[in-house]
């Protein structure tokens, strides 16, 4: 099955599944899963993190499959929308894992990236998603740029499908969102 038939039929089940077909939904997230698995390989590679690439996937299907309407128009979107969750799903695994191992009766602390010492794979991580958010504030679609790429492994021109930009716009806001990233990381401590 060639990418653009597969990603006609992802969509078409996708559709299926907005309209209230469970089959689509399992249809979908079958053709889907290879890919989602992928994904989730890469995210949780060479981080310090118990969670395995089918307990990330399947923690991302229960929260999407919970939703009573479907975010998506087509397979970009539905890829962009999964690698999100997956992120979230994540990160809150690894802030609940660190609260239990630092403490949960502890009061936490607010403390800016910048103060913090150097960090683990797994810190690393959260700080990410934490700067993610924070740009995602500040410029929106240089944070779904960000979150798609680094989070959901789309290429630049599936980005740039899927936000209705033009590649050279989107390559642009990646470069730009690579080194503010950079310089949140690297602002000395105060």
């Given amino acids: 099955m060639t ?10 089940l ?7 077909n469970l089959q689509a939904r399992d ?7 290879p890919e989602f698995k992928r994904l989730a390989r890469i995210r949780l590679s060479g981080n310090n993190c118990t969670l395995t690439p089918t307990q990330l996937v399947s923690e991302a299907y229960c929260i999407i499959a919970r939703q009573r309407q479907l975010p998506t ?10 690698s999100t969750l997956m992120r979230r799903a994540c990160i809150d695994y690894l802030r609940s894992r ?3 191992k630092r403490g949960a009766h502890l009061q936490a602390i607010d403390v800016e990236v910048s103060e913090l010492p150097a960090i ?3 810190q690393s991580l959260v700080i990410a ?7 995602l504030a500040e410029d929106h679609h240089t944070g779904l740029i960000v979150d798609m790429k680094i989070f959901g492994g789309m290429e630049m021109a599936e980005i740039a499908r899927h936000l209705g930009l033009s590649l050279s716009t989107v390559v642009r806001r990646w470069r730009f969102a690579r080194a503010w990233l950079t310089a949140q ?6």
């Fill in 185 to 190: 990381l690297q602002e000395p401590a105060v």
């Fill in 14 to 20: 996708l559709q299926s599944w907005e309209a209230g």
């Fill in 3 to 12: 990418k653009a038939v597969d990603s006609i039929s992802v969509t078409e």
């Fill in 27 to 33: 249809q979908a997230f079958e053709l889907l899963y």
């Fill in 98 to 100: 660190r609260r239990i």
């Fill in 129 to 135: 998603s934490d700067l993610i958010e924070q740009l």
């Fill in 120 to 122: 683990s794979d797994t």
């Fill in 73 to 82: 128009a087509n397979r970009e979107h539905f890829l962009a929308t999964y």
